[in-house]
């Protein structure tokens, strides 16, 4: 069983940065992929970004490509999302999950967070 907790949301003005964290309960932290996924009102929950156990490789949906950043610290349970030249478009809560392989699909993650919101002004 892992509990994930998110912190790191806010509001933030075009061309800004934010770090989500997002950190993780239980000594099995090394052994789950990671992803971050965000839906925003009105649409489906969006692949954002996922890492591998080690941290050693690295996925990025299209719409953030060279803008966000995944990171992860297993000494200290917690995985991170840089983000960066943000856009109004990002604005969506953001979640972080765990599961046994690396997919773009959020039905293959086992443990999911509780979400933050992230929201960019124009």
């Known amino acids: 069983q892992v509990q994930l907790v998110e912190s790191g949301g806010g509001l933030v003005q075009a061309g800004g940065s934010l770090r989500l964290s997002c950190a993780a309960s239980?000594?099995?932290?090394?052994?789950?992929?990671m992803g971050w996924f965000r839906q925003a009102p009105g649409k489906e929950r969006e692949f954002v970004a996922a890492?591998?156990?080690?941290?050693?490789?690295?996925y990025y949906g299209d719409s953030v490509k060279g803008r966000f950043t995944v990171s992860r610290e297993n000494a200290k349970n917690t995985v991170y999302l840089q983000m960066n030249s943000l856009k109004p478009e990002d604005t969506a809560v953001y979640f972080c999950?765990?599961?046994?392989?690396?997919?773009?699909?959020?039905?293959?993650?086992?443990?999911w967070g509780q979400g933050t919101q992230v929201t960019v002004s124009s």
């Open positions: 999950a765990a599961g046994p392989y690396t997919n773009y699909d959020p039905s293959s993650y086992n443990y």
């Open positions: 239980g000594r099995t932290f090394r052994s789950y992929v």
């Open positions: 890492i591998s156990r080690s941290g050693s490789t690295t």
